[in-house]
Structures are given as structure tokens and as C-alpha cells.
């Protein structure tokens, strides 16, 4: 099956699961950033990120007597939501390994849709890996990995293919597509659904100063690897490297990568906060301060944004909200 | 014209220009509620409320030759925003007259919607009314009113519309719609349209504790006032008392108000924070206070409520996650 064939696949299965999310947009943006700011909400999707489309693709893609036996995420984060929700609407068990110090509201979350948790001991030395293939031996899951999955790819690209039809709508045949980018599942399953949908739109990957390893990476025609892979205010989107598979997808199709300072990501959150009445989450929030802080990147009089924020906290939000909630 | 009829007719003319809002849930809500609860988010609408299709409706039923003379309103809030935009977009001068002590984002905001701001000295004891004339009489504007209005009821009505067309769409044949209630322009519209499109379906007003006015007034069967109308944390609702033209239609089709504290109010806001998503002011997460908090004053098995955030302050807003924002 071709990539696009599988995006429409999963655009298929996902109809009445995932919420078809609209493109906004606030005068007081475009006015910052210059240009016409379109704003993706993937907060307002099931577990409050576009995770919960590849989770749902890649759990509805199981043959049913697979799927029956289970399914197996590694994920401190919103995969770990998306893929348990999609597991418990197909009614089906998922088991999520965490590490012990997730923060508590993360494990609650993840166990309140309806997956048991197994927590590992990170500090301890204790191997996720061995424990993920321990228990899928055990039990006969099938791993749903985060980024590196064709069919997760696909199900982040039925995004794209949204932003392919509501750009349509608008009368936008150019533009840069600017994408929160961790592993690199939604920016090349973006890029996939564009190339076939909208060629005139071209994604870019997003990511905070410090962990752009996909920028480097595709500036250079390499894959770099990040310093360090903890510590970041963006954990959402944070991972050693871009994927083996969306790697040569983002190479062949995308625009140059651009990179925000945290303070910038603080930032974009208040003023999707108090513009567009939506919670992004640092992570979530890097595309739109792309948009608004470096517009001399971009060109065109269009640009179209992803936001998400799955498991934003209240600390953080206070601390955007004490630097920037001012808006004047 | 009847009821009915004005509301499908500013429905027509809001197409493309308002937001169609969805309805939205989360199973964390529905587990607080004890039965599922659907949002219908008027934060996402323009201007961040409904008062927006108010004022669209009521300036584009306007006769073209009364329209291009232009449109006044006396507001500090999301009337004013929805008026100035929609003038805007019908490319005809507003102006808003709004106390000299507003909060300076909300003077600011409707400038940069494109409105003419003119302040009065509220302490001075200057008449807000007398100034309106004398601009009416001189500039030959037409005067929207925030609530008491028909056309501008037609246009908060058409929420109802949405309201029901969703419902059947996912089979809730009766439910309480809670709905946060100042003059009762969003309430009595959204109750007519209920009345022709979903019978099954009823109407409530949801208010604050001390500016309960509306609940009283229905349980009274007459008009009763606020004893005070300044200081309340949800600003945005609080009027003297129950229009002369909403509080009939009230009367005939809503069943009983609710009223919920301060704190109900901030721990609604930091709820729809962290699991929808979504910004809504004090007033605007009333509603939502009431299907989560008194829920044995409703029955049936789903709940709709509508929330808005049209000028959320910073402040009041880390109040809520500092009182709030730990969802464990």
C-alpha cells in the first residue's frame, strides 16, 4: 500500500473516533507574526493530542485475534493516553511501561483510560527494553511504538490531510506547515498526506533550542543525535533522534527546521491562552512561537501551525501565564 | 417573523462568519458529573464568547442605508468585542462606550477590533445613557443592546440550533442544557430553539451565588433585581435583573436556575483547563460548575453546557490552577 493509500485508510477508520479538528485564527496573531496564523487545535483532540489518532490507527490496523491479545507502549506521555484509549474503545487490554518517577498525574491519567501501568525503576538501572520484551512474550502483546510505525505515521497524516482541505477552503495554495516535532510521526505523516493533497504546503519541523536534532539533521543530510534527552521544558516532543522511517520522509519533503527558546514557547502558550482560548503544552506550543518569533524564517502570507497539549502542568502554566498573560 | 423563524434566518446569515462550535467531553468530567456531560465551547467562537453572533445578527439585519451610518454600544465586555468585530466585517463604524476604569486589555482589545472607544467617568457620576444619546443624535447610530433585543437574541440562539442538531446526532433525546446566564439573551434564545427543533431538550440559566437574579425571578414567577451588581468575580454575567423581553420567554420554556459559589466557578475553569483544553472566564464556567457540582439538581443521564472566555484575566486565571490545577 502506498504511503497516501494508508493515510486514507486510517482516515477511514478514524471517522467518528478522532475529532476533525477546524483550522483558527485570531486577528491579534496575525497581526504578531505578520502573516495569517492558522491554527491546527490537536489539544482538542481525544486525550489533548494528535497521539490519539496514530495509537487509534495503529490499534484498528490489528488483525482482530491479534488485537484481542493486547497492546504494549513504552511512553511517559501522551502516546501512552492515546494508545490506551484506543485500546479500551476497541475493548481491548493495553499495558503502558512508565518509568517510577512520572509525575503522579500522567499515571493516573493513563490508568483512568483504562490501561494497566507496569512502572520501572529508571534510576535504578532497570531496563524498559527487557521489561517490554518480558511482557510481550509473557502475554503476547503487540508493541505500538510512538514514532518509528508506519501505521502510526499514518494516522498522525490524517492531520495533514485535514489541513490539505480546510487550506482548500481558505484559498491557501502556498504556505509553510509548521509542526511540533519530537520523533518525527506527525511532521512526516503531515508531509505524506500534503505531497499527495495540497504540493503548494510544505512542513517544517518545530523544535526547542538545545533538542533540534531533526533541524541539524536535515541541515546537515545526516541523523544527529540530542546532547542530553532530559531536562527540557518541551519534554513532549523531546527524543534522542529523528526515526529510522520518518527520518527519509522529513529528508525528501521537508522544509528547514526551526528551533524557539523555552521563554518563546512560555510565550506562544499565553497567547494561545488569552488569542485563541486554547492550552497548548511547551512541546505543543513550539510551531506557534516558530510562527510569531521568527517570521523572518517563513515565508508567504500564509502559515499554518500545529498546537497540542496532553499533559500540561499547572506550574508551567502559571509560569507562562505570570511572564506573558499581560497581553498588551 | 416568528421566533423560530429569526433565529434560522440569522442562522443563514452567521454561515461563514461564526464559528460552528462542536460538542465536547471527556470521560474525567463525566466521571464528577456522574453522567456525561457535553460542552459546547463558545470560547472558541470569535471574540472568544457568543455575544459575538449577537452582534452579528443584529448588525447584518440591519437595512443597508441604517448599517453604513454605523452602530453604538454601552459594554466592558464581550458584547462590546462582538459588536466591533461585526461591524468591522460589514465594513461600518462602531462605537463603544465603556467606562473610563475598564481593564486596559478590554479597552484595548475592542480598539483593535476596530471600534471607536468612548470613555465616561463611571465615579464622576458622568450618565453612560445621556452620552449615548447625545452620539446616537449626532452620528445617527443605531443603538445594539446586549440582550433585550431581538435580532441579537436570534443570533445567541442559533447556539440552540448547533445544541440540537448535535444532540441528535448523538441520540440524547432529553437533557438539561445549562447555560450561563447575565441578562438571559443566551439563555432565552437557546430555549427557542430548543422549543422547535428539540422539545426533549430544556433550558436552565446558570448563575453566580449573590447574583442569582434570574433563578429567583423564575421561582417567583416575577422580575426580581441583584442587590448589588459590581465585585463579583464572574463580571461578565451579572446584570441588574432578567430583560423585559428574556425573562417572558424564560419564564415559558426554562426550568429552574442553578447558582454555584466563586470557588465552583474557579475549580470549573481549572477542570476545562486540564481536560478539555479549553479558557473560559468565571462567568463562562458557571454552567459547567453546576452539571459537575449540582448534579443531583438535574436529571438524566447527559447534561450540555456552554462555556465562554471572552476576556479572562491572567490573574484570576492562576487563581484557579493555584486553587485548582492539581486534577488528581
Known sequence: MSDIDRIRAAAARLKGHARRTPLLSSPFLDRIAGRRVWVKPECLQHTGSFKFRGGYAAVSA???SVRARGVLAFS????????????????VPSVIIMPSDAPALKIANTRALGAEVVLYDRAGGQSREDLGERLQAERNLTLIRPYDEPEVIAGQGTTGLEIAEDAAQLGIKRADVLVCCGGGGLTS??????????PGLRA??????????????????TVQRNARTSGGLCDAIITPQPGDITFPIMQRLCGPGLAVSDDEALHAMALAWGRLKLVAEPGGAVALAAALFRADQIEGDDV?????????????????????????
Open 76 to 91: 511517559s506521555g501522551n502516546h501512552a493516553q492515546g494508545v490506551a484509549l484506543a485500546a479500551a474503545q476497541h475493548d
Open 204 to 221: 517544517r519541523p518545530c523544535e526547542p533550542e538545545e533538542f533540534d536534532d531533526t533541524a541539524r539533521s536535515l541541515a546537515s543530510g
Open 62 to 64: 490489528l488483525p482482530d
Open 189 to 198: 505523516g503531515i508531509a505524506l498526506a500534503l505531497e499527495a493533497e495540497a
Open 304 to 328: 499554518i501551525v500545529t498546537i497540542s497539549g496532553g499533559n500540561v502542568d499547572a506550574d508551567v502554566f502559571q509560569r507562562a501565564l505570570a511572564a506573558h498573560g499581560a497581553l498588551t
